[in-house]
């Protein structure tokens, strides 16, 4: 089929062909004539299908006739990202350049000022992240009652990151006689009754099952112990032929930790994640575009609709929490027909997390070895959790942070895990026992990175030191660690002084004579003068 089959007009059709497109892509071949005659479109599609110019194409041309009045947009966009929301908008100045539509894009951190003015001159397109447009509207800087077309894009991520209450407050602001354009990469049941809420009588489009790999991304996994992944990392970038890369962690502290370790390896590398300030977001994004940073450790806000054209290879450093992000992130890579290749590192601890990962994609991702180090099992005691339990000299000591007895089972889930690991008591007790480390391993990487505080935004308020208190009589393990610790302080000084209230410092003036009571008198004396 080709785009002039669609029922397009020619500026649009112009701009097509300045892009160099040849042929619409399923989901734009489904899509296009159903928004042009004015349905509502369900659309499942994952992300590199084309999506997005699936519903930018059809509403230039339904919007190209008409005015935008102050304050009133015509149509609406809602993104869950900044980024994307950043996509879309570019989107519309490529297909749009041959029309003189208006256009302004409402994103957290950036300033309102300027986004105010545009509203004011009256736009046809507003491209918002929910957030923002909620607290222009409730500053009466908008009005929503001349919407004339509503998308709702990456519905699901929309409900990951908790923002269905946002947009249902949004859609009751909308006039009921808008067109709704509804798209999802899933569609499980909480988005299929969101969905049925908002639509009517919709066309239902779904150009791949759910959830599905491109099929151009080469895939693989390589199993190594904790310790490991980061050489196993290296020698998957230095044994590629990576141009540029995604890598992807599950916590934005270890963005920071595994960037400075690849830095001092010598790539050049940048980092991306929720908790920067936008226009480092933006500015980081850009120059990994342009080519000026090769590879981006970043968080799941790249794993979604992110466009680099060509990226040749993404890593999940650490396996997806969920199987959902799995798919989404290596869609990054292999888009729009270009091949590309998923490499993804899991230790023994994601037994659970690989299965799942297995299990939606339908296929068991192979298993590479890496020259040089040893392949985990799945089911195994990580040795790396062993490793970690070593106190001084080397000597085995019995730690909190192994996993406790009866095994791997017993364990709390990971994602409970990685939120517990925010709060970070464990994880740094573990890392202290390792002290001193051997210059090669890669722990003290981790140390010195960490000592340079590098992401302090995720540090924690300070706690009380009664509630500190508290919390401390009430764990018993707390208890147990101190002691132990102290044992151990007392075996290395080979000091066998006992403790007696004030650790093992006595205080000088418990070392003075005591001086004579004062007699019943002077004590009442004083206590009246005062
Ligand atoms: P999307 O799924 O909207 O994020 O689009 C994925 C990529 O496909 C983007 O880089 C688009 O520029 C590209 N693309 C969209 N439509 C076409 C098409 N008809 N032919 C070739 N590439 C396209």
């Known amino acids: 089929m080709l785009f002039s089959e669609l029922g397009l007009g020619p500026d649009v059709l112009r701009a097509i062909e300045d892009k160099g497109y040849t042929q619409p892509t399923p989901i734009q071949e489904q899509a296009i004539p159903?928004?042009?005659?004015?349905?509502?479109?369900?659309?499942?599609?994952?992300?590199?299908t084309g999506?997005?110019?699936?519903?930018?194409?059809?509403?230039?041309?339904?919007?190209?006739s008409g005015r935008a009045r102050a304050r009133m947009p015509r149509?609406?966009?809602?993104?869950?990202?900044?980024?994307?929301?950043?996509?879309?908008?570019?989107?519309?100045?490529?297909?749009?350049?041959?029309?003189?539509?208006?256009?302004?894009?409402?994103?957290?951190?950036?300033?309102?000022?300027?986004?105010?003015?545009?509203?004011?001159?009256?736009?046809?397109?507003?491209?918002?992240?929910?957030?923002?447009?909620?607290?222009?509207?409730?500053?009466?800087?908008?009005?929503?009652?001349?919407?004339?077309?509503?998308?709702?894009?990456?519905?699901?991520?929309?409900l990951d990151m908790g923002f269905i209450p946002d947009i249902e407050r949004i859609v009751s602001k909308l006039p009921k006689n808008r067109q709704t354009l509804f798209f999802s990469a899933t569609m499980p049941p909480e988005i299929r009754r969101l969905a049925d809420a908002f639509l009517s009588d919709p066309m239902e489009i779904?150009?791949?099952?759910?959830?599905?790999?491109?099929?151009?991304?080469?895939?693989?996994?390589?199993?190594?112990?904790?310790?490991?992944?980061?050489?196993?990392?290296?020698?998957?970038?230095?044994?590629?032929?990576?141009?540029?890369?995604?890598?992807?962690?599950?916590?934005?502290?270890?963005?920071?930790?595994?960037?400075?370790?690849?830095?001092?390896?010598?790539?050049?590398?940048g980092a991306l994640h929720g908790d920067m300030v936008q226009s480092k977001r933006t500015e980081t994004l850009e120059r990994f575009?342009?080519?000026?940073?090769?590879?981006?450790?970043?968080?799941?806000?790249?794993?979604?609709?992110?466009?680099?054209?060509?990226?040749?290879?993404?890593?999940?450093?650490?396996?997806?929490?969920?199987?959902?992000?799995?798919?989404?992130?290596?869609?990054?890579?292999?888009?729009a027909g270009n091949k590309g290749r998923a490499f993804m590192l899991a230790?023994?601890?994601?037994t659970k997390l690989v299965g799942a990962i297995a299990r939606l994609i339908k296929r068991e991702i192979p298993m590479i070895a890496i020259d040089g180090l040893e392949t985990a099992e799945f089911g195994e005691e990580d040795s790396s959790s062993r490793g970690r339990g070593r106190g001084r000299g080397g000597r085995a000591v019995k730690s909190e942070a192994r996993p406790p007895r009866g095994g791997r089972e017993d364990r709390a889930p990971r994602e409970e895990r990685a939120v517990r690991?925010?709060?970070?008591?464990?994880?740094?007790?573990?890392?202290?026992?390792?002290?001193?480390v051997r210059e090669e391993r890669p722990v003290r990487e981790e140390r010195a990175a960490r000592d340079d505080r590098p992401v302090r935004e995720e540090r924690q308020p300070r706690e009380s030191l009664a509630a500190a208190e508290a919390r401390r009589g009430n764990d018993p393990r707390r208890d147990r660690d101190r002691d132990r610790d102290r044992r151990r302080r007392r075996d290395e000084d080979d000091d066998d002084v006992p403790v007696i209230g004030f650790g093992d410092h006595m205080p000088a003036f418990m070392l003075r004579s005591a001086r004579p009571r004062p007699s019943a008198e002077s004590s009442t004396e004083q206590s009246q003068e005062g």
Request: proline share 5%; with cysteine; net charge negative.
């Open 421 to 436: 690991e925010d709060r970070p008591p464990r994880e740094e007790r573990a890392v202290r026992e390792e002290r001193p």
């Open 51 to 64: 999506k997005t110019a699936s519903f930018t194409l059809p509403m230039i041309d339904i919007l190209a």
């Open 289 to 335: 575009k342009q080519g000026e940073i090769s590879l981006l450790v970043c968080s799941d806000v790249a794993a979604r609709g992110i466009d680099v054209q060509g990226l040749s290879h993404v890593f999940n450093f650490d396996v997806p929490l969920t199987p959902d992000d799995y798919v989404h992130r290596i869609g990054r890579t292999g888009r």
């Open 34 to 48: 159903c928004v042009l005659q004015r349905r509502d479109v369900l659309g499942c599609a994952q992300t590199g």
């Open 75 to 158: 149509s609406l966009i809602l993104e869950p990202t900044r980024e994307l929301a950043a996509q879309v908008s570019e989107s519309f100045e490529t297909y749009g350049k041959h029309h003189k539509l208006s256009m302004a894009l409402l994103i957290g951190g950036e300033t309102f000022t300027e986004q105010v003015k545009k509203l004011d001159r009256g736009v046809d397109v507003l491209i918002a992240t929910p957030g923002r447009l909620i607290d222009l509207f409730e500053r009466g800087n908008i009005m929503l009652n001349d919407i004339k077309v509503f998308v709702i894009d990456e519905a699901d991520r929309m």
């Open 206 to 269: 779904s150009v791949a099952p759910p959830a599905s790999p491109a099929e151009t991304v080469t895939q693989a996994m390589v199993l190594v112990h904790e310790m490991d992944k980061r050489k196993a990392l290296r020698h998957l970038l230095q044994t590629e032929d990576v141009k540029n890369a995604f890598i992807f962690c599950n916590r934005k502290r270890d963005i920071a930790v595994l960037q400075k370790s690849l830095e001092r390896h010598g790539f050049n590398v």
């Open 347 to 350: 230790t023994p601890d994601d």
